[in-house]
């Protein structure tokens, strides 16, 4: 199993990234992919969460807007659309798979099975 997150960057505030997740050794179907992020001397939080079967969306209350999560299922890969951008967006993002995520659990990363490494995002001017 393999998650690949990719994209990350420094950007100014109120500018865009766009973050990807490369999945490999799983049916990708049968599993939510969730985004979460860690910045310096704070607990690993939920972004964003995608059921890849229904499509269904989840978003954490700070990123709601701001933020979309989207996948290609052809390619086994989600994004994460992330605009207006802010200072304290500032972190490392990763992506999770999970199977059997229910609504209550889509933010914790305890929920979650695999993960792959970060990827840096910094907001500042």
């Known amino acids: 199993v393999q998650l690949q997150a990719s994209g990350g960057g420094l950007v100014q505030p109120g500018g865009s990234l766009t973050l990807s997740c490369a999945a490999s050794?799983?049916?990708?179907?049968?599993?939510?992919i969730g985004w979460f992020r860690q910045a310096p001397g704070k607990e690993r939080e939920g972004v964003s969460c995608?059921?890849?079967?229904?499509?269904?969306?989840i978003y954490a209350d700070s990123v709601k807007g701001r933020f979309t999560i989207s996948s290609d299922n052809a390619k086994n890969t989600v994004y994460l659309q992330m605009n207006s951008l802010k200072p304290e967006d500032t972190a490392v993002y990763y992506c999770?798979?999970?199977?059997?995520?229910?609504?209550?659990?889509?933010?914790?990363?305890?929920?979650?099975?695999?993960w792959g490494r970060g990827t840096q995002v910094t907001v500042s001017s």
């Open positions: 995608i059921n890849i079967s229904h499509g269904s969306t």
């Open positions: 999770a798979a999970g199977n059997r995520i229910i609504t209550s659990q889509a933010m914790a990363p305890s929920a979650y099975d695999y």
């Open positions: 050794g799983f049916t990708f179907d049968d599993y939510a």
